[in-house]
């Protein structure tokens, strides 16, 4: 949901973090494979629609799944 992404976003921009953020499963898998992170938050009902291999994504580490 865009206006959760949007309030996370911008409580982290306030705590003086750095995120980048994207609106589509696209996006956010190119952001994680073209990125380094201190930590990486995935909606879990897009992550089968990224099809994203953790595996790929520099120094990951699964929190959750």
Do not use: Y
Not at 29 to 46: I, K, S, T, V, W
């Amino acid at each position: 949901d865009a206006a959760i992404r949007r309030g996370v976003v911008d409580a982290l921009r306030t705590a003086g973090h750095r995120p980048f953020e994207a609106g589509r499963a696209d996006e956010g898998q190119r952001l994680a494979l073209e990125r380094d992170f201190d930590l990486l938050l995935l909606d879990l009902g897009r992550v089968q629609e990224m099809h994203l291999d953790h595996s790929k994504v520099r120094n990951c580490r699964i929190m959750a799944t």
